[in-house]
């Protein structure tokens, strides 16, 4: 049976090291593990080179290599014949093998230590299955391929949308048919904090919503910086991303404004999909599952797919919020809430807000609120366009313009999962109106908070 490289595609997942054997030029043989092989195409692949001085000089001295790949799915083991072409330390591949690198190494708090120094090219000559004295295990049951109809109507749907959360609801509901993952998450780059955002989640207990990873964390932070999709398929040999997160504190001891990032503790396969615009990365797409090798080369393309489809949407979404709503939202004063008495305090420092001593939101969305009640207690009126916050709140951060649609979204989440007694609506193309159970005191602090 003749072999090709693309038949061995469970081997370059990384489940199980690969061997490189090389021999000094007086014959000396060495063996020595590798953490990533990579199928560059049907006649060569690429090697990390990280620590190993002795395979480096004997493949200077001696170009010939034999490597053994094993399939992660079955055991089977194959005899790859190489010899060296070069080494490149720039470039697409070696970012490619880079990033995936230092994101797995993340997750066990090597990221600073495991760092590629080149990828080694080498044209693949023969490809041997190597004979088992024992019964390797049979192939997992093929799930159906990537279903082309199920791909168009889950396009479609996000097409359909208009609005920040219909967009982002409808990409999850996608990946769900698409690819039937349960897990996944949406994050958007939030460019005045430096960090991704949770804006929606589906599968896991708790929704995460405003949760953060700061930029260029593991597989998330590596997708978004790089702009290309990044997986791990064996969570077995690396610590659980969400282990070094800690848990969100409730009610009035959540003074760190951290809110617990939505992990599932029996993943062993993640994949991170950047979301593209205009060439430009506004998110990322998450997705776990507990299954190894879950994610295969055609699921990664139709995830990038509805990624794209779900960044171009929600860019127009904010477009015509922007350009639907001219005129001024109405001045005439309300009467004032009957009911208790609800106290909100706004941190200027980092723009973070506690209604009745619950943390709610930071940032952004934390400006978008303070704007809100700060024109609500001065001119007595509950209705605001989305015009008038983005020039207003432009002028203190700049990026406002092209994000204000998911941050009125993730205020209105949080305000609604907190079960809050303020409530943010949605009354019309880039109108909202704010709804609160009594009458609102505002305290604004200054100082940064202990």
Known sequence: MNLRLSDLSACFEGVIPSIIATASADGMPNISYLSHVVRVDEEHVALSNQFFAKTAANVRANPKVTLILVDGFTGDQFLLDVGFVRSVDAGALFDKIARQLK???????????????SADIFRVYGIEKVPSPVET??????????????????????????????IIDSLLVGVKQVLGCGNALVLIHDSHR?????????????????????????LIGAAAAGGQAI????????????????????GAENTTRTIAFPHLPTAMSQIAVPMIAGGAVTGVLFIE???????????????????????????????????????????????????????????????????????IVKGVAGTLLRLMLDWH?????????????????????????????????????????????IRLARVGRGRVRLEAEGPLVLEAVTGEYP
């Open 103 to 117: 994101a797995s190494s993340a997750q066990i708090g090597m990221s600073d230590v495991m760092r590629l120094r």
């Open 194 to 218: 430096g960090c991704l955002i949770t804006m929606g989640s589906i599968g896991y207990e708790r929704s995460g919503l405003g949760s953060e990873i700061a930029g260029g964390d593991g």
């Open 289 to 359: 599952s507990t299954e190894r090798l879950a994610f295969r080369e055609e699921d990664e393309a139709a995830l990038e797919i509805l990624a794209g489809q779900a960044a171009g949407a929600l860019r127009a979404s904010e477009r015509a919020a922007a350009a639907a709503e001219q005129r001024p939202a109405t001045s005439t004063p309300e009467p004032v809430a009957a009911g208790r008495e609800i106290r909100v305090v706004h941190h200027r420092f980092d723009d973070s807000v506690f209604i009745d001593g619950t943390y």
């Open 377 to 421: 207690l001065s001119d007595g009126r509950s209705e605001f366009t989305n015009r008038e916050m983005r020039l207003t709140a432009g002028a203190r951060m700049p990026e406002i313009k092209d994000n204000l649609e998911t941050r009125l979204l993730l205020l209105r989440r949080r305000l609604e999962e907190k079960q809050a007694p």
């Open 231 to 250: 997986k791990v398929s064996d969570m077995s040999r690396v610590r659980r991303f969400g282990e070094a997160i800690g848990l969100e504190a409730e």
């Open 137 to 166: 295990a049979s192939p997992p049951s093929s799930r159906a391929p990537v279903s082309l109809p199920d791909l168009s109507k889950a396009i479609k749907s996000i097409e359909r949308q208009s609005e920040a959360d219909e």
